[in-house]
């Protein structure tokens, strides 16, 4: 056994489970066990269960169970080291070095490195917060309270604060500080054989972890030919920007006290204090770039569900495709919110007030449909040149079902792929095989395309295969098509039902040679049917929507026929009509 097993075993031992555990949550003990309500979902009779002589817990409400590393790995919205090194700090251990046989000088000196740094990290962000309200930080103020219209309790809440163009680097110097180690840190920065504040000149947002200690920071500069443009620490051995979010101390505070159902992930610090200041808590951000699989599991650790609200100008932008991307394939429910006239989320709540931002919250579209809007966006499917109008759907149909594929949930899929065939005018059976096969829409299959099909006749054409499938799951339904030869077939499919006789398809042909065609009655025959579950219910919406067309189509009938009746008595028999079909389709 390795010294890091030999540390985890006895970092274990010292961490009793019911003594951890009782110090986030109360604790009741019935019989062998401890019971309390489950810190990790709302509830108001306790399921969660603690074993002190099994050194586990489970609860039976959402099914979260394991050992002590694990808990505060979920309660902390921590990963496997970040729970060792608070239950080491809880255990008075220190870590060890992996790799090393006797590492103790080594073990030592780090740690003591680590905590050097993270006093110089909040003696910094203490002297800005300070320097905000002094005369030096006039600018500073302005900007945050007359500027972005933020008031001293949120200024505070959030530890924002100034960075003077001189002072932090003698204010460290004071409380015994290297000036190496202050650079390490990324605060100050050799200049001419001395140092020089690194973050001069700008609105100071400290980078808080879960662990509620500074990491590092963010500055925007109020002057200079670099003036608004953000910048942050350096990669630091506290800080990786990829690693990180802003505002994950309160998020973990919200997540222990009231539980979280999502996330509002925005593009900056600025989003999320403003929003805070708007009533909106549950907000977190990036660090300014592109998301990361790193950032994508802490924000799963908060919660399973996040809505995207970045600034209307920059949704649809590559960086941040890949960066949804990115949250689907951690397992995340994603959904996009669409902010009105290029608004970020600070101006929509300004114009538009808390119930208005809300509202955009409530219209957010899941990934996949925002996917498929800015694919659809892009292409102009109606365009007067029938040549380019073409190419154009061609294109929109490729990228949209290359992002169908990436859509696991089936009945969500199997509907998109419905609108799809709708928008484009393909059939729904050729848009699931492209789907299925990995198929590229070719230029030599645009033809298929010419005549747009609407969503009923989309619907009569797959009724009408299903009949002549003799499919088990059809039912006796047969729609009033407008079309010539999906008339003939149906005319066809009825006579032979009510003489009981067998469907011969090649008499068919026979019959819409004249009058209809065999285009149609060919790919009506064509169509590929598998019966399961996903198109039966395609089936059943199918003869929803052709059962209220021939409904509206009687109303409009009767309608027609109480305009051109004479006497009273007819009129109100047509209009009572008029109300039992009406009720039909309520």
């Known amino acids: 056994m390795d010294n890091w097993q030999k540390f985890i075993d006895e970092l274990k031992a010292k961490s009793e489970i019911v003594d951890v555990i009782g110090s986030y949550a109360r604790l009741d003990k019935r019989g062998n066990s401890f019971w309390a309500c489950c810190p990790f979902h709302n509830e108001r009779q306790p399921s969660f269960s603690v074993s002190k002589n099994g050194q586990f817990y489970k609860c039976f409400g959402c099914g979260v169970s394991g050992d002590v590393i694990n808990f505060v790995m979920e309660i902390e919205s921590t990963d496997f080291m970040g729970a060792v090194e608070i239950l080491a700090a809880r255990a008075g251990m220190e870590l060890p070095v992996r790799g090393t046989d006797n590492g103790d000088d080594l073990i030592r000196e780090k740690s003591r490195k680590l905590q050097e740094y993270k006093r110089i990290m909040l003696l910094t962000a203490k002297y800005y917060a300070a320097s905000l309200f002094e005369s030096q930080g006039e600018i500073g103020l302005e900007y945050l309270t007359k500027k972005r219209g933020l008031d001293r309790k949120t200024i505070k809440h959030f530890g924002l604060g100034y ?22 840190c990324g605060i100050v920065s050799k200049k001419d054989g001395g140092y020089s504040d690194f973050f001069g000149g700008r609105v100071m947002f400290p980078i808080i972890n879960a662990q509620r200690e500074v990491i590092a920071f963010g500055g925007r500069r109020l002057d200079g030919e670099n003036f608004g443009k953000y910048t942050n620490t350096k990669k630091t051995p506290l800080f990786d920007k990829s690693r990180c979010l802003y505002n994950a101390n309160n998020i973990k505070k919200l997540k222990q006290a009231h539980g979280l159902d999502y996330l509002i992930l925005v593009e900056g610090y600025m989003d999320v204090v403003s929003m805070y200041a708007h009533g909106v808590e549950n907000v977190i951000a990036g660090m300014g770039t592109s998301l990361t699989e790193g950032q994508a599991r802490q924000i799963k650790r908060y919660s399973n569900n996040v809505y995207i609200c970045y600034d209307g100008d920059s949704a649809g932008a590559d960086a941040t495709q890949r960066g949804l991307d990115i949250l ?14 290029k608004l970020d989320p600070d101006e929509t709540l300004l114009q538009k007030g808390y119930s208005g931002f809300a509202r955009c919250i409530d219209d957010a579209l899941p990934l996949v449909d925002y996917k498929l809007k800015v694919i659809r966006d892009k292409y102009d499917l109606k365009a007067d040149n029938g040549v380019v109008a073409e190419e154009n759907r061609r294109k929109f149909t490729n990228e949209a079902i290359a992002a169908l594929r990436k859509c696991a949930d089936e009945v969500v899929r199997e509907a998109l792929t419905v609108k799809i065939a709708e928008e484009s005018g393909f059939e729904v059976s050729f848009i699931r095989k492209c789907i299925a096969d990995n198929l590229e829409i070719q230029p030599t299959q645009l033809p298929r395309m010419v005549k747009m099909l609407s969503k009923e006749e989309q619907a009569e054409s797959f009724v009408c295969s299903v009949l002549l499938s003799e499919c088990e799951y059809a039912q006796p339904f047969i729609p009033q098509s407008g079309d010539d030869t999906l008339r003939i077939i149906f005319d066809y499919i009825a006579k032979q039902r009510e003489n009981r006789e067998a469907l011969r398809k090649e008499e068919l042909f026979e019959l819409v040679k004249d009058i ?21 219910a395609y089936y059943n919406d199918c003869l929803s929507v052709l059962k209220r067309r021939d409904v509206q189509r009687q109303i409009n009938k009767l309608t027609e026929e109480v305009g051109e009746a004479t006497d009273t008595k007819t009129k109100l028999e047509l209009i009572a009509q008029i109300g039992r079909l009406q009720k039909q389709l309520a």
């Open 328 to 341: 689907q394939n951690e397992g995340l429910n994603v959904r996009v919110v669409s902010l009105p006239d």
């Open 163 to 184: 960075a003077p163009y001189k002072g932090v680097a003698n204010m460290l110097i004071g409380n015994g500080v290297q000036l190496d180690d202050a650079e390490e």
């Open 516 to 536: 209809g065609s065999t285009e149609i009655l060919q790919e009506v025959l064509d169509r590929e049917l598998k019966g399961d579950k996903n198109e039966i």
